[in-house]
């Protein structure tokens, strides 16, 4: 069964050893995050800190910044598990014959099981406050120095697109202005951006309601930040991925529904004629963002459980818990990927290239330009669109192995005739870019090159050793006198 909510995970985590209770007093105001980046970067536990300076509620991070955590909110024994599940449903062809169409069944059902649940109450509806409520009161961290102040880091914003309704559930910084008022960084791309343009587009000042919620079952809070179509409900996903429907609630202030399960729930509005200076803010670039103006989120009703507990992340310089995130979206959508191209053997985005500044692509080539077609698909597929280097390597390079990709790529590559540049959109944290938001992008064809792609050299042989010798050495090793561990790469 999925995880009933947060603390379920906290409990497993528990058990497995993959938490750490913090029961001595630490300001959410730096301290905690420099506590958190020390210990992921040791490759250490979920923190959980019990007394936050100035709050009565428990801080828990870090609490997907390990590839285990991530299998145990996942509950596999590797991502790759999700990926094949994904694949089953990909390759399910049109059925033929009654009989064929009789085995279709079970999986129809299945995924009639995944839709969300509107439930009437839910753990998220213990306390109700309409009025004499404050930000204030929870644990909210300033996680770097010149961060503008208190940030909201792992919210579910939730929004409906005014002109179908379908709702959007994304992660945006929300920089806390007031008891009452935050900022809310929806980047230019992002769908609730696009949701506040066209609200603006037909009504040109009024409202866009707006709930956030805070703390819920893990795979919950991992569906903000799945790269999904447009018109999929991410906690149709999440069910999916959790294996039972996300039970959702309706809000007391908005017509917005939220998980029934959260820790805590942000009711209120952004209006569609204000905007309010947002940033700086240490972002997962190892930069600060710098600022700019984005629309005010105000609130008029937080809901909570008793006792809430405030789940948070910290971003900065690579890598922290949102690399093991993004790296399992990556093996979770690798199957998409290959449905759309199937000539992709395998990809990988190194934590120093945050995502979106390097994606390193395994491909069969069969044709010439095959690779510089790949380069071109990559730039048009959603948030893979703000790719800023992709490189292409043959089917054979092993792209997980990052020594091996230099090498391989470095060789084989005449700088002039491989290095292909494009202009498009940019990332908006990309500093670097030209302007914000647009920019130019660079790819590498390192793939083997060949005769019909105006190549009539001879491409050289790999250097390997037979593999009858080194079966010979293995067998002399212990007789030679030298460290076991040199007997094999």
């Known amino acids: 069964m999925a995880y009933r909510d947060l603390r379920a995970f906290i409990e497993k985590l528990e058990k497995e050893g993959e938490l750490k209770r913090i029961s001595v007093e630490v300001d959410p105001v730096l301290e905690i995050a420099e506590i958190t980046d020390r210990v992921t970067r040791a490759g250490g536990p979920a923190l959980l800190f019990e007394k936050p300076k100035g709050s009565n509620v428990p801080v828990l991070i870090n609490m997907l910044g390990s590839k285990r955590r991530i299998e145990l909110a996942l509950e596999v024994d590797s991502v790759d598990d999700i990926a094949a599940r994904i694949k089953g449903y990909l390759d399910f062809q049109s059925p033929q014959g009654f009989m064929e169409k009789l085995k279709m069944l079970p999986k129809l059902a299945e995924i009639g099981a995944f839709f969300p649940k509107t439930v009437k109450t839910g753990p998220c509806k213990q306390i109700i406050r309409k009025d004499k409520f404050s930000l204030a009161e929870f644990p909210i961290l300033q996680c770097w120095p010149q961060d503008a102040g208190r940030f909201i880091t792992w919210p579910l914003v939730i929004t409906a697109n005014p002109e179908t309704q379908k709702r959007n559930v994304g992660v945006y910084r929300m920089q806390v202005y007031d008891e009452r008022s935050t900022g809310m960084h929806w980047q230019t791309q992002k769908h609730g951006a696009e949701h506040f343009r066209r609200a603006r587009s037909r009504h040109g000042e009024g409202k866009l309601e707006v709930a956030v919620a805070i703390g819920s079952d893990p795979v919950t809070c991992l569906s903000g930040i799945l790269p999904i179509p ?206 914000q938001d647009f920019g130019s992008k660079m790819g590498i064809d390192a793939t083997r090159k060949w005769p019909s792609e105006g190549f009539n050299r001879p491409w050289p042989d790999e250097i390997v050793m037979s593999a009858e010798v080194k079966q010979r050495v293995d067998a002399l090793w212990s007789r030679l006198g030298l460290p076991p561990g040199a007997t094999k790469e």
């Open 230 to 435: 447009p018109d999929m409900d991410e906690m149709m996903f999440a069910g999916f991925l959790r294996r039972e429907p996300v039970e959702m609630v309706a809000c007391e202030t908005i017509d917005l529904e939220v998980p029934a399960n959260a820790e805590i729930i942000l009711e209120g509005y952004v209006q569609l004629d204000e905007l309010r200076t947002e940033g700086p803010f240490g972002d997962h670039t190892g930069f600060y963002s710098l600022q700019g103006k984005f629309p005010v989120f105000h609130m008029t009703c937080i809901t909570q459980r008793k006792n809430p507990i405030y789940l948070t992340t910290i971003v900065g310089p690579p890598p922290q818990e949102d690399f093991y995130m993004g790296h399992a979206v990556e093996r979770i959508f690798l199957p998409v990927m290959k449905m759309q191209y199937p000539e992709i053997t395998d990809i990988s985005m190194p934590a120093e290239g945050i995502f979106h500044n390097l994606m390193i692509v395994a491909i069969r080539k069969s044709y010439p330009g095959h690779a510089r077609k790949i380069m071109n698909a990559i730039w048009s597929l959603g948030q893979a669109m703000f790719t800023k280097v992709v490189v292409i390597v043959d089917h054979d390079v092993n792209v997980q192995d990052y020594r091996e990709v230099v090498w391989k790529t470095l060789c084989a590559i005449d700088p002039e005739r491989d290095v292909q540049f494009s202009l498009g959109p940019m990332d908006t944290l990309d500093h670097a870019s030209r302007i």
